[in-house]
């Protein structure tokens, strides 16, 4: 069983700042690509930013210079560092990562999402 597990989400000031964090918990043998999405309301999910293991990193334009995406694979941990917040920004926040297992399955899991509120 694995489990993608986020925190870090709140509400904050437009100019302010977050970390998201998202560790996976279970039965992991190896995490490849990981990244974060968001959903604002009544709008489909979206790409935010995605990184490899080897830690090659890429944004979408509407976060680029804001926002950066990094990762601990001893701690199978994905963060989101999110800058220069706008109102713009406020969705909910969901973890994706491809995940093998012990058994060398390799599989796409999601995060349960974590809010994130900028507003004054």
């Known amino acids: 069983q694995v489990q993608l597990v986020e925190s870090g989400g709140g509400l904050v000031q437009p100019g302010g700042s977050l970390r998201l964090s998202c560790a996976a918990a279970?039965?992991?043998?190896?995490?490849?690509?990981m990244g974060w999405y968001r959903q604002a309301p009544g709008k489909q999910r979206e790409l935010v930013a995605t990184?490899?293991?080897?830690?090659?990193?890429n944004a979408v334009d509407s976060v680029k210079g804001r926002f950066t995406i990094s990762r601990d694979n001893a701690k199978n941990t994905v963060y989101l560092q999110m800058n220069s917040l706008k109102p713009d920004d406020t969705a909910v926040y969901y973890c994706?990562?491809?995940?093998?297992?012990?058994?060398?399955?390799?599989?796409?899991?999601w995060g349960q999402g974590t809010q994130v509120t900028v507003s004054s």
């Open positions: 994706n990562a491809d995940i093998v297992t012990p058994n060398l399955w390799s599989r796409n899991y």
């Open positions: 990184i490899t293991r080897e830690g090659i990193a």
């Open positions: 279970g039965r992991v043998f190896s995490i490849n690509a």
